[in-house]
């Protein structure tokens, strides 16, 4: 499990450490204080690269319109800006921690564009599992900033599955096929059902199902009704969880990144969100890291961590010191208090 980051000239972050680490961990703050930069920084250290080429849309809209093909907008308006000031000379690290050791390391380095003599330098980001220098022989080459701009494949970080979910609501019949390839397996359809009754207690079994007359598939969820109620006529909590347990299920994710994973769902369901987010976690040995603007999703998600009284969650604050963005966890007794007294705890 990740226990810290630490992230240097990375977008608008100069200096940043996330200390104490938890299974759920949700990053609050302003506008414009890097919590979705902390995604894309994950998203560099740890993921794939054909997910790093769909970083420029991962969580941002971009020229491209999530065409992969990094052509030259995307490196002038997205990648370019990876560099803190949008400058080079500043270099980016940035550091992964896991069960108190440092497994990933990431930074930017220049070097020679081609093989010629007096070649010009060029950043490219190279990552390793610890110090890179000290490990040149394990460093793999991630992305290169030349003229003929590059994003190299490789496969993830060992140890690391890292999925990322949009603020778009998913496709029902995708999650549908999805339930059915988990639902094929040994167990696989009461093990779902048993973390989706932590979302809707009625429910006495999931089934998959396309009705005679109609052109695909959905969840059908039997309630104790004359019949099983389809997916789309279950309410959003029911739908949010269903989406991230069979993603989390069907890619086999053990780090999974949310921005504004309040989106689209009414205050009232963000406690049930989360008291079913903390299942799928623990049952699947899930870390989470969520961005959030709602002042009531940080409380319903404190609230469902203290009814579980397990040290489960860790809340970072991202906020500005000075002209630098800093981080500070805020504890326990500080989201208890602001609850009780309805204080702001985003910035």
Known sequence: MITGLHIDNFRGLRHVSLEELRRVNLLVGGNDTGKTSVLEALMLA???????????????NNQSDGRSDNGPDDKENFWAWLFYDRNTANQIKIAVDADGQQEVFLESRLVPEGQYQNAPQIPVLFRGPRPIRMAAQQ???????????QVVGHAPMKGF???????????????????????????????????????????????????????????????????AVPSTQMGQAFNRILHIYAEILTSKT???????????????????????????????????FATTHSRECILAANAAAQERRKDELSVQRLQFVKGNIEAVRLGVQHLEVAAEMGLEVRS
């Open 46 to 60: 740890l993921a794939d690269g054909s997910s790093i080429s769909q970083l420029p849309c991962a969580f941002r």
């Open 161 to 227: 599955r890292v999925s990322r979910l949009s603020v778009r609501p998913s496709p029902p019949v995708l999650d549908a096929e999805k339930y059915n390839q988990i639902a094929l397996e040994a167990d696989g359809e009461v093990r779902f059902e048993r973390i989706m009754r932590e979302v809707e207690p009625r429910i006495k079994r999931l089934r998959y199902a396309k009705l005679p007359g109609t052109n695909s598939p959905l969840v059908f969820a039997d309630i104790g009704l004359s019949r």
């Open 254 to 288: 053990n780090v999974l990144l949310v921005d504004e994973i309040e989106n689209g769902i009414f205050s009232e369901s963000l406690q049930v969100i989360w008291k079913g987010l903390f299942a799928v976690c623990e049952e699947h040995d899930v870390q989470i």
């Open 139 to 149: 460093e793999q080459e991630l992305v290169r900033f030349g003229n003929n701009f």
